[in-house]
C-alpha cells in the first residue's frame, strides 16, 4: 500500500528556513518520482519539484528554482525540501506525491494517484 508522510512544517520568519521531509512506503523511490506541491488558502495545488531517484532528475519550477532544494535519501525511503529565504507567500499546506516513473517536468496535480496528509508552513512576522 503506498503510503507518504510529510513532516518538517511549521512557522518560520520571513528569511528563515526549513526542510520537510517525505517518507514514502509501500514503494521504492527507485521505481517512481516525488513531486513537493503545496496549496495556499483560496488557490489550487502549485507544483514546485519533481525528483526522481531512478534517473537522478530534478526538476524545479520557477516558483521554487534558488531557493527551494530536493534531495533524497535512499536508504531510508524519504525525499526532503529545503527551503531557504522563505517569505509569507510561501505559506501554504505542501503535500508530496507519486504516481509516475519518471518527472516530465513538474506537471498538475491531476498527474499524480497518490498525496500525503500535507505539512503547514507559515512565513510570519
Known amino acids: 500500500q503506498v503510503k507518504l508522510v510529510e513532516s518538517g512544517g511549521g512557522l518560520v520568519q520571513p528569511g528563515g528556513s526549513l526542510r520537510l521531509s517525505c517518507a514514502a512506503s509501500?514503494?521504492?523511490?527507485?521505481?517512481?518520482?516525488i513531486v513537493w506541491f503545496r496549496q495556499a488558502p483560496g488557490k489550487g495545488r502549485e507544483g514546485l519539484v519533481c525528483?526522481?531517484?531512478?534517473?537522478?532528475?530534478?526538476y524545479y519550477e520557477t516558483s521554487a528554482n534558488g531557493r527551494f532544494t530536493a534531495s533524497r535519501d535512499k536508504a531510508k525511503n524519504t525525499v526532503f525540501l529545503q527551503m531557504n529565504s522563505l517569505n509569507v507567500d510561501d505559506t501554504a499546506v505542501y503535500y508530496c506525491g507519486t504516481g509516475l516513473k519518471l518527472c516530465v517536468g513538474v506537471g498538475d496535480a491531476s498527474w499524480y494517484d497518490y498525496w500525503g496528509q500535507g505539512t503547514q508552513v507559515t512565513v510570519s512576522s
Open positions: 525528483i526522481s531517484t531512478g534517473d537522478g532528475t530534478i
Open positions: 509501500g514503494f521504492t523511490l527507485d521505481d517512481y518520482v
